[in-house]
């Protein structure tokens, strides 16, 4: 069986990016996209905006109080939109096998792509530059032989990363993974691992499969899988 070649793109701090990339004065300050009102929610915040602890879904207020000077800039969704399909039309230059996570993710299967590029690592950095080039914007890029692993690698490196899990470095990489830092692993979930001694990729391993079935029923499975890298699941174009 051929092993599948996975991008994971992630664009990075996407709507903030296109904000501060088309109006030059927002550049390098701390900016959220969204409302600053009583019940407002900051839908992106921009890198710099970030390291005082701003963070999307956040509420307004808190936002202002961790960084008073944080700069809010009403939400342009028709652009957002319109730069997304640009991003793709440069995704299907390589592959049309691709699965839109969001407006600024998706997975690509480059396993048999347009260019005849061998290497899944050489397509990513293809992508990124063109990304970079002609929309001014950048993104982090993951590359590994199934959906699973590709995502948890464009996390890796952020901003402007690019990380390749391959299938000998898989395990020591997944062992050392914090569990809430494991793709489908969502926020209820973590502290019912942790009840179980679950804090790390290594201590998931351990646990025998009927065990995690008990617990979290198919969601059982797919941890026992996860935790060998194990992940089956197709890119899907719907």
């Not at 993951?142 to 901003?159: C, H, Q, R, T």
């Not at 990380?163 to 926020?187: D, H, M, R, W």
């Amino acid at each position: 069986m051929t092993q599948r070649k996975i991008i994971h793109i992630d664009m990075d701090a996407f709507y903030a990016s296109v904000e501060q990339r088309d109006n030059p004065e927002l550049r390098g300050k701390p900016l959220a996209v969204g409302h600053a009102e009583e019940r407002g929610v900051v839908a992106a915040a921009s890198y710099e905006a970030r390291r005082y602890g701003v963070r999307s879904a956040m509420a307004s207020q808190k936002a202002k109080r961790l960084c008073p000077q944080l700069i809010f800039v009403p939400g342009r969704m028709d652009v957002y939109k319109s730069v997304s399909r640009q991003i793709h039309e440069i995704f299907h230059e390589y592959t049309d096998i691709i699965e839109p996570l969001s407006l600024d993710e998706a997975f690509l299967d480059v396993t048999e792509n347009k260019k005849d590029i061998s290497l899944a690592v050489d397509i990513a950095k293809e992508i990124k530059q063109k990304i970079r080039e002609q929309l001014n914007l950048v993104a982090s890029a993951g590359v590994s032989y199934n959906k699973f692993l590709a995502k948890i690698a464009s996390d890796m490196e952020k901003p402007r990363g690019l990380t390749v899990i391959l299938p000998q470095n898989a395990q020591e990489i997944l062992s050392k993974l914090p569990i809430e830092k494991f793709y489908g692993v969502g926020k209820k979930s973590v502290p019912r691992l942790h009840d179980m001694g679950i804090y790390t990729g290594a201590d998931l391993l351990e646990v025998p499969e009927m065990t995690l079935i008990d617990h979290f029923d198919r969601f059982g499975y797919d941890l026992y899988r996860k935790a060998r890298g194990i992940s089956n699941s197709p890119v899907k174009t719907h």
